[in-house]
């Protein structure tokens, strides 16, 4: 998942055999991303996509389930979450050293092979029926991830925990920490700086912002939350922090409303259930642009912008 992870367990006394556990949550995460992950052509994901307009490919039931979830948001939020993206995200190809902005002709011939309605999902086996379409669940799986970290603690029957993982977490509160976890906000310009803040005991959050993968040709900001409509960056968002069912659920949803912008990503989030939301986005007065943000009415009065 190239991001740090960290494990916080709250107890009076030191809970039996601990460190297992912890490994084991740490195990079932590390699975996860040995399955899903799109760089290594022998994972699930990476058999899927070599294997894309041949034939179908068993994948572990996470993938499955992965997929299925991925589905559901991209039918929710119309395609601007769609887990089909990976052709525009190879042709940007953020991770190197010397990228550069692709052409409109080259944008355009991979929109075309863009469209999760063409995943075929078949039993236990999953079908791209066009030769390099590709699939990356970068946008989902690292959330999927701490959910299954969550469910070895709550097997084991701990009552006051949280897991996170680049900014990705799910909290459990016990009376430890009851009345007494703050879930901070991440600035999306200032350096080690915050933009909000809310005091929330149970909670899963993720967080989407143009600030984790860019780089910059002129002074203009190209980052890796693409459009898939537009095969480009999506503006004018800045940062989607999204409060949810699970933590899952949170990263997909953070990304389909960096997509859609704020004022669609507000209703969207409006409108879905057991979810809460905060979109900052630049907005231009008199040629400047400024952070604005819309929070949705659930947190509204609880959220406290420190800016």
Known sequence: MDTLVSITIYAK????????????AFEKMRQIEDLATSFNDSSDVGQINLNAGQK????HKYVLELLKQARQVAETSEGAFDVSILPLLDLWNFKSSNPRVPTEAEVLEKRKLVDFRKIVIKD??????????????????????VDRAVEVFENYDYKDFMVE??????????????GQRTIWVRHPRKIAGFFAKIKMDEAAVASSGDYERYFEVNGKRFHHILNPETGYPASPVVSVTI??????LADAYATAVFVLGPEKGLDFIERLP??????????????????????????????????
């Open 13 to 24: 006394q030191e809970p039996e055999n601990w460190q297992q556990h912890v490994e084991q």
């Open 56 to 59: 179908g490919i068993s994948v």
């Open 124 to 145: 236990d086996k999953v079908f791209l029926p066009e030769a390099n379409m590709g699939i990356d669940l970068g946008a989902i799986a690292k959330g999927y991830a």
């Open 165 to 178: 993982a680049g900014g990705d977490l799910r909290a459990v509160a016990g009376e430890l920490t009851q």
């Open 243 to 248: 409060f949810s069912e699970t933590t899952a």
């Open 274 to 307: 057991e979810t809460e939301g905060l979109i900052v986005y630049h907005k231009e007065i008199d040629s400047d642009l400024i952070l604005d943000w819309k929070v949705s009415k659930g947190i509204a009065e609880d959220l406290e912008i420190i800016n």
